[in-house]
């Protein structure tokens, strides 16, 4: 078992910030990135935190019918599976979060090298 209560193959780093009540979309600091932590009817999850289609920030934009929408031309991205909206073929990158009675946390896969010698680059 690992620090998020699981067994796998992820590498898990607390997320450190305090969350809001309730849902949300904030800028997170975790594995030495930013990422975009959002709680969208109830559920968490964590995604890239630019916007593939010209890099907007999409902890700026919200969520609407389970998708994360970005502030600047309203591109959509399916939480679920991290697609985009029909007609844009693009989609985004979803991480695995973990909420557990000590804080949330996140998991990122962990390259050849960084399982090797130890060291994290993802
Ligand atoms: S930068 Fe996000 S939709 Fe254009």
Redesign the pocket.
Known sequence: MNKAGTKDNLRWYKIEEKLPEGDFVMQVQVGGKKRCLLRHEGQLHLIQN???????V?SG?WCKDKMII??????AYHLDDGRGAEGQGDYIELYAVRETSDGIYAGFKQSLFSRLFGKSYF
């Open positions: 630019y916007c593939p289609h010209a890099g907007a999409l934009g970005c502030p600047v031309h309203r591109y």
